[in-house]
């Protein structure tokens, strides 16, 4: 069951928080090898898969939203990386 399904969110639910990695949808995991690792990078190939992450995001948005209308809805990303910071 999709956490969305498993009924934490209602009407009394003022947060949620919420990540989405590389891998949801796998066009960070399909980059790496091509990009990176091979070193062939071409924009459109991955174009058309971002823009359906984005699409797919902001739907999941959208029912958050209807299933817990006085939640503040926090999308987070992941900490940069530097000498500074790394443990």
Same mark, same amino acid.
Request: negative net charge.
């Given at each position: 069951?999709?956490?969305? &399904? /498993?009924?934490?969110? /209602? &009407? *009394?639910?003022?947060? %949620?928080?919420?990540?989405?990695?590389? $891998?949801?949808?796998? $066009?960070?995991?399909?980059?790496? +090898? /091509?990009?990176?690792? %091979?070193?062939?990078? *071409?924009? *459109?190939?991955?174009?058309?898969?971002? *823009?359906?992450?984005?699409?797919?995001?902001?739907?999941?948005? &959208?029912?958050? /939203?209807?299933? !817990? +209308? $006085? !939640?503040?809805? %926090?999308?987070?990303?992941? +900490?940069?990386?530097?000498?500074? $910071?790394? !443990?």
């Amino acid at each position: 069951m999709a956490q969305i &399904d /498993s009924g934490v969110l /209602s &009407d *009394d639910t003022t947060l %949620v928080m919420l990540t989405i990695g590389g $891998n949801d949808g796998g $066009n960070f995991t399909d980059a790496i +090898p /091509s990009c990176y690792i %091979v070193g062939v990078c *071409d924009k *459109d190939d991955y174009t058309a898969s971002m *823009d359906t992450a984005v699409d797919a995001t902001g739907r999941l948005l &959208d029912e958050i /939203s209807q299933k !817990a +209308p $006085n !939640a503040r809805i %926090v999308l987070m990303g992941y +900490p940069l990386s530097s000498p500074t $910071n790394r !443990a």
